[in-house]
């Protein structure tokens, strides 16, 4: 059973930078590409960024694109994102899983709140 334990959220100012991981468990992680979701209260969860099977391709969402970085390390079967520049409208519940639309059960996410 796939499990996604995301961590690192909290409060930061418009502007700052965050760091979310994820530690994935009960599947290979090299086998799977993966992906960072969020969902804002009162709207749908959506994908923000996409990273290949071994890292070497990564794609963003335009509302994200050139200011999160997504990031995985295989052999200790994690998952990251770098938040960077983060803006009021990132505020959301921020979760892993995999990079085809979120095939496993999902984790309890990790809150990310931007405010000044």
């Known amino acids: 059973q796939a499990r996604f334990v995301e961590s690192g959220g909290g409060l930061v100012q418009p502007g700052g930078s965050l760091g979310l991981s994820c530690a994935v468990s009960?599947?290979?992680?090299?086998?799977?590409?993966m992906a960072w979701y969020r969902q804002a209260p009162g709207k749908e969860r959506e994908q923000v960024a996409n990273i290949s099977l071994r890292g070497e391709e990564a794609q963003y969402s335009d509302s994200v694109k050139g200011r999160f970085i997504i990031g995985r390390d295989n052999a200790k079967s994690m998952v990251y994102l770098d938040m960077n520049n983060v803006k009021p409208e990132d505020t959301a519940v921020y979760f892993c899983?995999?990079?085809?639309?979120?095939?496993?059960?999902w984790g309890q996410g990790t809150q990310v709140t931007v405010s000044s």
């Open positions: 899983n995999s990079g085809s639309g979120g095939i496993y059960p």
């Open positions: 009960g599947i290979t992680l090299r086998f799977n590409s």
